[in-house]
């Protein structure tokens, strides 16, 4: 009966990492077909700035 495997230490029964490079080559190709919105990315700013600033005014407070 013929290895139908390819070289030995490469086979993997359960097929675990060809699913896995399967759903790694696929992903990139779905987050380029959605347009980048900036909506999102400016709340995000917002919102580590505003964290900053209570952060620093608490410590600030502390420190008085």
Known sequence: MANTQGPQGNY??????QM???FVDEAPQA????PA???????????????????AAVAWLAMK
Do not use: E, N, Y
Not at 31 to 34: D, I, K, L, P
Not at 37 to 55: H, M
């Open 12 to 17: 993997d029964p359960a097929g675990s990492t």
């Open 20 to 22: 896995f490079r399967a």
């Open 31 to 34: 987050r380029q077909s959605a």
């Open 37 to 55: 919105s900036a909506g999102p990315r400016i709340g995000l700013i917002v919102g580590v700035i505003a964290a900053v600033v209570i952060v």
